[in-house]
Nanobody, 119 residues
Framework: VQLVESGGGLVQAGGSLRLSCAGTGRIFKINNMAWYRQPPGKQRDLVAT???????NYADSVKGRFTISRDNSKNTVYLQMNSLNPEDTAVYYCYGEVKVNANYEFEYWGLGTQVTVSS
């Protein structure tokens, strides 16, 4: 099982990016999913979470600007990021609670995708 992020890049302040994270491999289903981010020299922090049925939560710093969503048929989670500012610069990581069969669930992380916002 792997979680593979895509969609990062360089954007000017005020711009938008959409991150995607696709689960591949032997997946029975994915329960909770989330996006985290780690700015340079800082700890990894939670950005947003989404349950399998679509309930969401956001860090205060991104509320009203970022939207997390998912497509269960594709084992994919998205993060739409609008009104980006330089403080959003970080490596963004995908997280998922993956059931590999009816009995076993494991936590997986993606390798991360870089988002850089220029002023």
């Amino acid at each position: 099982v792997q979680l593979v992020e895509s969609g990062g890049g360089l954007v000017q302040a005020g711009g938008s990016l959409r991150l995607s994270c696709a689960g591949t491999g032997r997946i029975f289903k994915i329960n909770n999913m989330a996006w985290y981010r780690q700015p340079p020299g800082k700890q990894r922090d939670l950005v947003a979470t989404i349950t399998r049925d679509g309930s969401t939560n956001y860090a205060d710093s991104v509320k009203g600007r970022f939207t997390i969503s998912r497509d269960n048929s594709k084992n994919t989670v998205y993060l739409q990021m609008n009104s980006l500012n330089p403080e959003d610069t970080a490596v963004y990581y995908c997280y998922g609670e993956v059931k590999v069969n009816a009995n076993y669930e494991f936590e997986y992380w993606g390798l991360g995708t870089q988002v850089t916002v220029s002023s």
